[in-house]
């Protein structure tokens, strides 16, 4: 018996190249794929492995001086890279390093899923991320840490400082004319998302080896304060003589959808194309407009087809 | 107790702020200077780990500290994407 032998508590991430710290509690869930067994008498009797994976997810601590390097590692796909493979012949590594002295490393790694951005004063700026862990390449499996290498490993805390911690409000304009120009959002803000779809590429040698990108999508929601009824119909713009109609083209009711901090330095996000797609007329207290969705198109500008969204911070 | 007139009172919040930005400045030059240091250590990590590598796989602690070395003594130059190899 011990009293001290009862492992738990915090720990940092570093990947890509960056020393990643969580805003809340977060976990590393390992698990064996596996296919069934069956018999027509019996049902399922037994399993065969498919492959292993690590799932890390959690939601990284935002500042002002990392905030862009997060963004380039945790949005990585866009949508010109369909077809790409996701995971480069070099392995890239994550080590958790926790506060009670151990790192625990996975050999190679992708981002499975990017998180959702919300752009609120009081609230973080990134959602949870899911970092998907594969085996090393080792075809005869005789390396004991193909999956995760655990060993002691001193603690060092790394630099933060609270101060510079993103916690802004936000400017919200869709297109330039009026009431649109100006949207007040309610207390939970401008929710962002990149949803890339991801397949696999699986031999039957190896398992799981690798993941192809097959679409990358973007939208955002917001509950708008200042809109009434006749604006949510214009926003919609079902009546519109050139836009609506039968087989119309979605994109020609989009306007651009500009989401900006009021702090020079802190995060801005751009839709060229932001499209509106759904969104109820509520009859209560809270608001007559509910939570609005616009979609990101894409659209040319003298011939050069624009990015499907733009993250970065505000310069003036 | 004497009561501070509003002049001190913007003169000390003034101060206080002057100096809080000195130190907010330190502060940031120090989290480049890490992120940087990391992102070295993190592809020193990697490369000791890549099947063929010349040399013992290294710890990131280990990786941070020949991290440390090559950045310091000249003055932080190196520059993010550098190519990097490893003793053997």
Known sequence: MSRTNYPAGPAYLTAGGLTIEMAEDWKAISQIMKAEMKTNLHGIVGYSEQYVITKITGKPVALSGNFAALVAYLLPYTPDMIGQLVMPDTDAPAIIQTRDGKSITYPATFISKQPDLTFAANTDIFGEFELTCLRAYDPDLTDPTDVAEVAASAFAAPSLDPLTRIRSPYTVAWGATAPFDAIETDKSGVKFTADAKLAPVEPDLSGLINMRIESVEASAKFTPLNLDADDFYNFLALSHATAAGVGKVLGLRGQQLTVQSTKVGDPKLVIPLAVPDEGPLGFDLKSRVGEVTLNAHRKAVTGVLQALYTLGVRAA | ?88
């Not at chain 2, 120090?30 to 040399?55: I, T, V």
């Open chain 2, 1 to 88: 107790m004497a009561k501070l007139d509003k002049q001190t009172l913007k003169t000390a919040v003034d101060s206080a702020l002057a100096q809080a930005g000195d130190e907010l400045n330190e502060t940031a030059a120090r989290m480049a200077y890490e992120m940087r240091r990391d992102k070295l250590a993190f592809d020193l990590f990697a490369e000791s780990r890549r099947p063929g590598a010349k040399g013992n796989r290294i710890s990131l602690n280990e990786a941070k500290a020949i991290a440390d070395e090559k950045l310091k003594p000249s003055g932080d130059r190196l520059e993010a994407g550098s190519s990097h190899t490893l003793e053997a």
